[in-house]
């Protein structure tokens, strides 16, 4: 895994930092916009602090937004009153140029750019803007010609492997309690959008199930959205109706795994595995594990680039090595015996670097480009994600074995 920001190596120390926060103002009329705007003390002068920038396209109330929400306490908690964070929430894709330009006006010294529409504005803006370094999550579109703009994201396909295992682990203890039969080891997948982010993620999911229940399939359904969750909920429903005993997701909502509760206290067989936060409290029945990103080491590292005028890398990632990919707690109530154990030997893996992405995208299987059914390939040589840039570049569908219901 590779070392992305000059800063990087200090991360993880700079993370536990001091008690105290900087001073930080929101705007865009977050519902729950304290979130992000605590202050324990008061701020130095504009003159003696830097500021940074955040704009977000959700507040605290969703799980996506969250994450970056704590990386920037993270911020404020590692430098107190040396930084000024001022972050705009619930600003919508095609509406980000004005509280961009808004915060460059402010004076920003560096500016966090949070979802993956805003790439190409927050790009045009950074060479408008040379002296703002501009760092944006979930992009691929970085190069050197514009040198103040960056991209960066946690290799999430290693997070997806190891929830993967935790659902084949349960998948296999029903087949051995004669729950169900080895032909009935289905997963269902419900999918924003058929994006190689979305698809690595669930391509990685399913083949961490099918290191421990060989003969499992998986259906996807795309919602065409990123939270909507009666949509994600009526297909999660949908899925377990047509037989799925895993439900998984590339959603926002905690719509599947309430599926999944409601299905379990009419006497299904499901469980759930989540995305971004711990579901347990929603579905302690049948949600055991989550996978997610942690945005601090990045975006503190980055301050301190700013800080000590070193350079930030045009494109950064890493993962459970670095602390960049994260698991939740595991359900124990429900989680199969050894499962922790599982987790914890794959984690390690991943983290010594014995186990890499051409470990996770490979086997015995052919795999099409939804958008080019001519274009396939194989994966008995494996396949290395995250081997050039942050973003996720694996797109096919593996044939046979991984049913795409409602492809466009």
Known sequence: MQKKILA????????????????????????NSSAGAATSQPAASDGDVTKVGFVYIGDDSEAYTA?????????EKQYGSSVKTIAKYNVAEDAVEDPLVEL????????????????????ELAAQYPDVQFCQATCANADKETANYHTYMGT?????????????MKMKELID???????????????????????????????GVRSVVPTATMEVNYTNSWGN???????????????????????????????CEDAYKKGGVVFHVGYNQSMIDIAPNTSRVSSRLDYAPYEVAAVQAVMDNNTIDVDSWAGFDKGWVAMTDLNTEIAADGTQEAMDTAINEFKDGTKTATDVFKGDYKATNPSDKAD?????????????????????????????????
């Not at 930092?17 to 705007?27: E, F, N, Q």
């Not at 460059?104 to 790009?123: H, L, M, N, P, W």
């Not at 969750?229 to 599947?256: F, L, N, R, W």
């Open 104 to 123: 460059c006006e402010a004076g920003c010294d560096i500016i966090f750019t949070t979802s993956f529409g805003y790439g190409e504005v927050a790009k």
């Open 229 to 259: 969750y009666d949509t994600e909920k009526t297909m999660a429903t949908a899925m377990i109706e047509d037989g799925c005993v895993i439900i998984s997701q590339h959603s926002d909502t905690e719509g599947p795994a309430e599926a």
């Open 177 to 207: 309690q004669g729950k169900i039969t080895e032909d009935k080891a289905k997963i269902g997948y419900v999918a924003a959008y058929p994006y190689a982010e979305v698809i690595s993620g669930y391509t990685a999911f399913f083949l």
């Open 376 to 408: 396939v390939i194989d994966l008995n040589e494996g396949f290395a994600e995250n081997s050039t840039q942050s973003a996720p570049a694996f797109s096919y569908v593996l044939d046979d074995v991984i049913t795409v219901v409602n492809a466009n």
């Open 8 to 31: 990087l190596a200090i991360a993880c120390a700079m993370v536990i930092g001091l008690a105290a926060c900087g001073k930080s103002v929101t705007d865009n009329g977050s519902a």
């Open 67 to 75: 994450n970056f929400i704590a990386a920037q306490t993270a911020i």
């Open 156 to 168: 999430i396909y290693q997070g997806r492997y190891v929830a993967g295992i935790v659902a084949g």
